[in-house]
Nanobody, 120 residues
C-alpha cells in the first residue's frame, strides 16, 4: 500500500531554517504530484507547496512564497520542504500529500504529519 512518511519536524527558534522530508513508497513517484499542507492550532488545513510531475515549476501558497522551497528527488522517492527564516506563525503540523494529477487539490494520499513548533 501507499505510504508517505514525514520526518524533520521539531522545536526550532524563529529565524532558523528547517528541512522536512517525505519518503514515499507503494506508488510510481515520478507520476505523482507531491506536496505539503499544514494545519495550525485551531485552524483548517491549508495548502503550502507542490511539485507536479507534469509542470516543471513548483507552486506555492502566497503566504510562503520566498521562504519555502519544495525540491524532490525522484531517485529517492522523496520530496522535501525547505523553510528559511521561520516565524512563529509557521507553527503547525505539516502533512505530505500525493495525487496522480497535475494539481494537488483533494490529494489521493496523506502522511501522518510532523509537528513543527517555532519559539520566538
Amino acid at each position: 500500500q501507499v505510504q508517505l512518511v514525514e520526518s524533520g519536524g521539531g522545536l526550532v527558534q524563529a529565524g532558523d531554517s528547517l528541512t522536512l522530508s517525505c519518503a514515499a513508497s507503494g506508488l510510481t513517484f515520478n507520476r505523482f504530484t507531491m506536496g505539503w499542507f499544514r494545519q495550525a492550532p485551531g485552524k483548517e488545513r491549508e495548502f503550502v507547496a507542490a511539485s507536479s510531475w507534469l509542470v516543471s515549476d513548483p507552486y506555492y501558497a502566497d503566504s510562503v512564497k520566498g521562504r519555502f522551497t519544495i525540491p524532490r528527488d525522484n531517485a529517492k522517492n522523496t520530496v522535501y520542504l525547505q523553510i528559511r527564516n521561520l516565524k512563529p506563525e509557521d507553527t503547525a503540523v505539516y502533512y505530505c500529500a500525493a495525487k496522480h494529477a497535475c494539481l494537488l487539490s483533494n490529494p489521493d494520499y496523506w502522511g501522518q504529519g510532523t509537528q513543527v513548533t517555532i519559539s520566538s
